[in-house]
C-alpha cells in the first residue's frame, strides 16, 4: 500500500523551527521527486519545496527561499523539510507530494499525497 506520512507539526513562537518529516512506503522512493506544499486556512495551495529523486537538485518558493531546507534520506525513504525563523504566515497544513513519470523517458505522471500535518506560528 502506498503511504506518505507526514509528521513534525505542532505549535511554534515566529522566530522557532520545526523540523518536517515525511515517510514514504510502498513504492520505489528513489524514483521520485518529492515536493512539499501547504495551505493556509482560507488560501490556496502553495508548493513550497522540492527535491529531485536523487537529491541532487532542489526548489525552493520566494516565500520560504533562506529559511527552509529539503532534503531526503534515500536509505529511510523520508524526505525532511528544516524550517527556520518561521512567521506567523508560516501556518497552515504542509502536505508531501512524490511524483515520477513511468518508464523511461516520457511517460504518464504518477502521484501521490500525504496527510499532511499542522504547522502553527503563533505567540
Known amino acids: 500500500e502506498v503511504q506518505l506520512q507526514a509528521s513534525g507539526g505542532g505549535l511554534v513562537q515566529p522566530g522557532g523551527s520545526l523540523k518536517l518529516s515525511c515517510a514514504a512506503s510502498?513504492?520505489?522512493?528513489?524514483?521520485?521527486?518529492i515536493a512539499w506544499f501547504r495551505q493556509a486556512p482560507g488560501k490556496e495551495r502553495e508548493a513550497i519545496s522540492c527535491?529531485?529523486?536523487?537529491?541532487?537538485?532542489?526548489y525552493y518558493a520566494d516565500s520560504v527561499k533562506g529559511r527552509f531546507t529539503i532534503s531526503r534520506d534515500n536509505a529511510k525513504n523520508t524526505v525532511y523539510l528544516q524550517m527556520n525563523s518561521l512567521k506567523p504566515d508560516d501556518t497552515a497544513v504542509y502536505y508531501c507530494?512524490?511524483?515520477?513519470?513511468?518508464?523511461?523517458?516520457?511517460?504518464?505522471?504518477?502521484?501521490?499525497w500525504g496527510q499532511g500535518t499542522l504547522v502553527t506560528v503563533s505567540s
Open positions: 527535491i529531485s529523486s536523487s537529491g541532487e537538485s532542489t
Open positions: 510502498g513504492f520505489t522512493f528513489d524514483d521520485y521527486a
Open positions: 507530494n512524490a511524483r515520477t513519470r513511468e518508464g523511461k523517458g516520457w511517460g504518464q505522471i504518477i502521484d501521490y
